[in-house]
């Protein structure tokens, strides 16, 4: 079946995204370092790198560390003296920079409800709820999608649809990030269709056309930038790039689809 092979590629995605999550662990002198923390003590933090994850343990004093971003997003300040600016959990300063870590970064919001304003034009509405997962690296996102308007276009006739799509962060969450991953859409469209009547050479004695419902399924890759205007809202503008696969026709249509949708973030 058609869906066998999108389904091994999201466990795909997902088990290599969990392989590539790591804790992120800044030290006072400037350097950082991306692995798994062990151990935080009172005098001594404990962690291994990605270089060397099962090898070699690094310990070192407290007053060496500022902060330790951990690989699911959430954060925990070592050692605020030894930065040049003290830090707060809103705000972070690293000494090696001059200006503030991006904030968004690491106090970003897990759940992402979206509008799509482009889908109006195109005579339906587009909702979607995307969950971050893996320390802001990787999104789940169910839309959905619904017509409002009659129409004969089965590309703009959608009366019902959702799917999944598989968001994949390179850089995690922030200001502004890129993002890239499969999505399938599985619905409902309706359009017209000729149903003329001929005659048994082949002529044309009656020409009509006819409305009909049919299932639909489409297989896209979506490529956009995410930007977070503040901890509330954000917009996303993206392409997707795919096709369309009609039952009842066994017919298939190329799409090349542009969405901007508002987001909020709670």
Known sequence: MWYKKWIFLFVGIISCSWLQAQDVIYK??????????????????????????????HTVHRSQI?????????????????????????????????????????????????????DIFAERYNLSYERIFLGGKLGVKIPYYAGYRETKDF???????????????PKGQGKYRYFV??????????????A??????????????????????GVFLTNGIWGSVD????????????????????SEMLDLNLVFDIVFKL
């Open 28 to 57: 006072t002198d400037g350097e950082k370092v991306q692995g798994k923390v062990l151990v935080i003590g009172a005098d001594s933090v404990t962690y291994t790198t990605a270089s060397n994850p099962n090898t070699v343990k």
């Open 66 to 118: 500022s902060l330790v971003v951990y690989a699911n997003g959430e954060h925990e300040v070592i050692n605020a003296g030894m930065t040049e600016a003290k830090e707060t959990t809103k705000e972070l300063h690293i000494r090696h920079d001059k200006s503030a870590v991006d904030s968004l970064a690491i106090n970003y919001r897990k759940n992402l409800f979206a509008f799509s304003v482009i």
């Open 196 to 217: 003329n009547t001929y005659d048994q050479w082949g002529n044309i004695l009656e020409e009509r056309m006819v409305d009909i419902e049919e299932e639909y399924y």
């Open 155 to 169: 590309a703009k006739g959608t009366i019902a649809a959702s799917g999944l799509s598989i968001n994949f962060y």
């Open 231 to 250: 901890k509330m809202f954000g917009f996303k503008m993206y392409i997707d790039i795919g096709r369309f696969t009609f039952a009842e026709r066994e």
């Open 181 to 194: 991953g499969p999505t399938v859409e599985v619905g409902k469209t309706n359009g017209e269709i000729e």
